[in-house]
């Protein structure tokens, strides 16, 4: 019997490839660094890992059966028009959901706390006081109550902290935890409510610029943001301004439209502003589930079954 043969498309697949074959004993993993490598053996390739495949080339993807994202994210590879509807698109939904919630809530209490100004001072050797805030009794608007938004809700409530948010349906929020579940037509209405607002959206066509100067002006005056979702979906500009004047009292971005964000972006130098570098999904064991779940998919594909976490094509996530 040939051995079954699973590729991984990733600028830097080392982790990835080793982590396959740990989940997959006996099959050939094939590592794929470049977009040229993975044309070069598109019409056989049939299980796909990838980090951001090449648009435009499905047609040549002849005999794929699954298309496995690195990430929860699929704009890079949406629309894929040309990728035949047979072919699920799977992302890595739920994998991540406990770090990025983590993460969420480190970077909310960095920004209630002040951390970031602690940093600056102990760099310049300044001993200079200040009160922080507190985190009981504030509403947190979750804009998008999907695996991640959850997971978030469900660790600020014991904190005392009122939550909100939205979701495609009103209903299914979870029980229990979140005050008020809204569709996301009433996104006005959740960021009005939030003294700090959490932005885990997919990037659709629907959330392109979604959070533009009018609805960033719908939070009080004062409140943070956060957000972790993608570039695109928050008026880069608009928010910078209103950290300017203080309309917006501090931010914490994980993305960017541009990444690696220049060295010349104005985000460096704004002090109410928290920069990480697209970190808040990983951790150290992200390859091994990731793997873990890719090799499942595969094994449900050859008994028949659908695979966890199929993206629909036509909503983008």
Known sequence: MTARRLHVFHPRPEALVAAVAEAAPGAEVVSLRTEEELLGCFGEVENLLAMRPPRRHWGKARRLRLLQMVGVGVDSVLPARDLHERVPIANASGIAATALAE??????LALEKQLPRAVRQQDA????????RRLEGQTVAILGLGAIGRALAERLVPLGVRVVGTR???RGGPEGVVAQVLPPVSTAEALRQATIAVVLLPKTAQTQNLLDGAMLDQMPEGARLVHLARGGIVDEEAVLERLESGRIGGAAFDVFVEEPLPDASPFWAQDRLLVTPHTSGFFAEYAQDLARLFVDNVERMERGEEPRNVVDRERGY
Request: no cysteine.
């Open 168 to 170: 495609r349906s009103a």
């Open 125 to 132: 050797k300044r001993w200079r006081p200040w009160v922080p």
């Open 103 to 108: 993460f969420a809530l480190s970077l909310i």
